[in-house]
T-cell receptor
């Protein structure tokens, strides 16, 4: 069985500061891991995904995440927050069948000017 | 062209009514899903179909009935609507088995039950 835990349901950062959103996973098999972003009144959009290739994954809008097996983590970072980054962020895991996805509870990111 | 499209975007209805939400994907994917997002933004899988066959059916009241006429369409019909059904319902698709394809989401259908 797979699951993800997102620590911190709300994160606030100042514009220009580092963004760090935490995700820990649980999986009995090598996982595929994803970060999605949801802007207000929109659907979810893929930011990046880990598929057992490089452990450091670069995504859209300057985001990246590092897969750390020893820590069972897949934290999302961005060096410098922009006002347009304010959104809800979801971590997700899927197993090898590729058709079951499990989402974390989401982290709401606020960017303070 | 929108990859995953769902209609309507908004539904407002009275308790006890029946409503349907339609979803279509033009990505050629084999697997389609319905997710429910509540007011706290929690995303919960409801159903998943692979090539028109039901593969995931989470604990969902049987008032909810999905129908997949072909692999590009997955509709959701809800009978006898209740206040607790108010939520945003998202349709999604993925290429299916053999991962690691990601999910592609529609824009959501916001259901309000009065």
């Amino acid at each position: 069985a797979q699951s993800v835990t997102q620590l911190g349901s709300h994160v606030s950062v100042s514009e220009g500061a580092l963004v760090l959103l935490r995700c820990n996973y649980s999986s009995s098999v090598p996982p595929y891991l994803f970060w999605y972003v949801q802007y207000p009144n929109q659907g979810l959009q893929l930011l990046l995904k880990y598929t057992s290739a490089a452990t450091l994954v670069k995504g859209i809008n300057g985001f990246e995440a590092e897969f750390k097996k020893s820590e069972t983590s897949f934290h999302l970072t961005k060096p410098s927050a922009h006002m347009s980054d304010a959104a809800e962020y979801f971590c997700a895991v899927s197993g090898p069948t590729g058709n079951q996805f499990y989402f974390g509870t989401g982290t709401s990111l606020t960017v303070i000017p | 062209d929108t990859a995953v499209s769902q209609t309507p975007k908004y539904l407002v209805t009275q308790m006890g009514n029946d409503k349907s939400i339609k979803c279509e994907q033009n990505l050629g994917h084999d697997t389609m899903y319905w997710y429910k997002q509540d007011s706290k933004k929690f995303l919960k899988i409801m159903f998943s179909y692979n090539n028109k066959e039901l593969i995931i059916n989470e604990t969902v009241p049987n008032r909810f009935s999905p129908k997949s006429p072909d692999k590009a369409h997955l509709n959701l019909h809800i009978n006898s609507l209740e206040l607790g059904d108010s939520a945003v319902y998202f349709c999604a698709s993925s290429r299916g088995q053999g991962g690691p394809g990601e999910l592609f989401f529609g824009e959501g259908s916001r259901l309000t039950v009065l």
